[in-house]
Nanobody, 124 residues
Framework: QVQLVESGGGLVQAGDSLRLACAAS????????MGWFRQAPGKEREFVAG???????YYLDSVKGRFTISRDNAKNTVYLQMNSLKPEDTAVYYC??????????????????WGQGTQVTVSS
């Protein structure tokens, strides 16, 4: 049974940092694309960052320069380092795996496995 488990969310002030982790179990995703999405209340789920099998990275324009996605294939884990957080970054953050893809897509339906989500709240 494949599971993705996120951790690292919390309540922080604007300008602070958080590091999210997504640990996968049940199969390895080292050769596949992984991504982070977020969903704020009343809004659609949006792509935040993705990493390819070759560790090429992709980002939502509004997080470029502030967020960094990385992966540790030995630990079957993907990370999202979030710096200079803003109140508009407040959302539930989800990790996702795309076992049919090498390059991360930006649409949720391109991913087959999802974590349960972790809440990130940034106060002003």
């Amino acid at each position: 049974q494949v599971q993705l488990v996120e951790s690292g969310g919390g309540l922080v002030q604007a300008g602070d940092s958080l590091r999210l982790a997504c640990a996968a179990s049940g199969r390895t995703f080292s050769g596949n694309a992984m991504g982070w999405f977020r969903q704020a209340p009343g809004k659609e789920r949006e792509f935040v960052a993705g990493i390819s099998w070759s560790t090429t990275t992709y980002y939502l324009d509004s997080v470029k320069g502030r967020f960094t996605i990385s992966r540790d294939n030995a630990k079957n884990t993907v990370y999202l380092q979030m710096n200079s957080l803003k109140p508009e970054d407040t959302a539930v953050y989800y990790c996702a795996a795309a076992p049919r893809s090498y390059i991360p897509g930006t649409r949720p339906n391109e991913y087959d496995y999802w974590g349960q989500g972790t809440q990130v709240t940034v106060s002003s």
